[in-house]
């Protein structure tokens, strides 16, 4: 297990954007498949988008054209960038890892070993 501690959420109105982090410590977060997962009250957790590990980024379908991943692997941190953010979109968001040896690119949330505690975000129409 490799601790990661997600930041950046909080409320917002519909059409704002939010720009979320995750640090994570004690691993090479560059070698690492990392990712971002949405639930909301009663629903299952959902894919986001997720940095491969050779970096390359990939989205899922729910903020696809929103969003946009970057990770910096010097500060072992990921982010996740939310534009025109809609009220379906509030939710818990989070940061994910999994190392290279077991998953390379995945943006199923079972594929992944180690996880964040979320940050909240809400938008309010």
């Known amino acids: 297990q490799v601790p990661l501690v997600e930041s950046g959420g909080g409320s917002v109105q519909a059409g704002g954007s939010l720009r979320l982090s995750c640090v994570a410590s004690?691993?090479?977060?560059?070698?690492?498949?990392m990712g971002w997962f949405l639930q909301a009250p009663g629903k299952e957790r959902e894919g986001v988008a997720y940095?491969?590990?050779?970096?390359?980024?990939r989205y899922g379908d729910t903020v696809k054209d929103r969003s946009t991943t970057t990770r910096e692997n010097d500060k072992s941190m990921l982010s996740l960038q939310i534009n025109s953010l809609k009220a379906e979109d509030t939710a818990m968001y989070y940061c994910?890892?999994?190392?290279?040896?077991?998953?390379?690119?995945?943006?199923?949330?079972?594929?992944?070993?180690?996880w964040g505690q979320g940050t909240q975000v809400t938008v309010s129409s």
């Open positions: 994910a890892a999994v190392p290279p040896r077991n998953q390379m690119s995945t943006l199923r949330a079972g594929d992944y070993r180690d």
């Open positions: 940095i491969t590990t050779y970096g390359t980024p």
């Open positions: 004690g691993f090479t977060s560059g070698t690492y498949c």
